[in-house]
């Protein structure tokens, strides 16, 4: 069963909906496989103008890794891996990305979320860096751009609940609108924004990116993650079998 659906909105703009309803969209290994092949393929998509990233239901984006996933030691790393490549595959993405903040953004969601340039809130967001409550070394390098060094901080340390309406105040939504237009408002965005040329698109792209050295970042920080996961305590806690 398939984890991942995928559509062409419009000319050029691709909606990539996470379909893990029954886990509130929680990511387990054949899933990201689904999604890292889908980033590889619009990587190379000379048409594609703007992704959206979004989901089958309003529930949730994404609430982070699938910890009932029954994984040993290895596995664990493996999926691990597998995240960390997807949030790099977000972020080196060549077009403008846009994500449907919807229901459960967590943990993996947010940091999904945070790679996308772009983000629509639905009205029931539920966002929240829930790492730091076992220990995750993730979110600074996405974070730090989008909201601020101290308010990063905040949310990192504190894995609080992050609302629409303060996801719009604090910079981390562009837009909030009625949780069952997210989508559309996103996928309209996207199709504005597939108007312009395409090349200055990719090129404005590329120009953010690399001013705030996001690849870089990114990079770094998925070193210190799948250390973690390695040599320290890592994911999942409960589904895990013996090390």
Not at 39 to 60: F, I, P, Q
Request: proline share 4%.
């Amino acid at each position: 069963m398939t984890g991942l659906l995928r559509a062409r909105a419009a000319d050029g703009v691709e909606v990539l909906r996470l379909d893990r309803p029954d886990r509130r969209n929680a990511l387990d290994t054949a899933s990201l496989d689904e999604l890292t092949a889908a980033l590889d393929e619009l990587a190379a998509d000379a048409d594609l103008r703007t992704v959206v990233l979004s989901t089958t239901s309003t529930r949730a984006l994404c609430a982070g890794a699938d910890v009932a996933e029954e994984l040993d030691r290895a596995g664990g790393i493996a999926r691990m891996e597998r995240f960390a490549g997807v949030y790099q595959r977000l972020t080196d993405l060549p077009v403008p990305t846009i994500a449907v903040c919807v229901g459960n953004v967590v943990g993996g969601g947010a940091e999904m979320a945070a790679a996308c340039d772009l983000r629509v809130a639905g009205e029931n967001l539920k966002l929240a860096w829930a790492g730091a409550k076992l220990g995750v070394p993730v979110g600074p390098a996405r974070l730090v751009p989008l909201v601020g060094l101290a308010r990063a901080k905040d949310l990192i340390y504190s894995g609080r609940v992050v609302g629409a309406e303060e996801a719009g105040r604090i910079g981390l939504a562009e837009r909030v609108v009625p949780t069952e237009e997210a989508e559309a408002a996103a996928i309209a965005l996207a199709v504005e924004l597939a108007s312009r040329p395409g090349e200055g698109l990719r090129r404005l792209k590329g120009m953010f990116r690399d001013y705030e050295d996001l690849s870089g970042r990114t990079a770094r920080e998925n070193v210190a993650l799948l250390d973690w996961q390695r040599y320290g305590a890592g994911l999942p806690q409960g589904g895990m079998r013996g090390r």
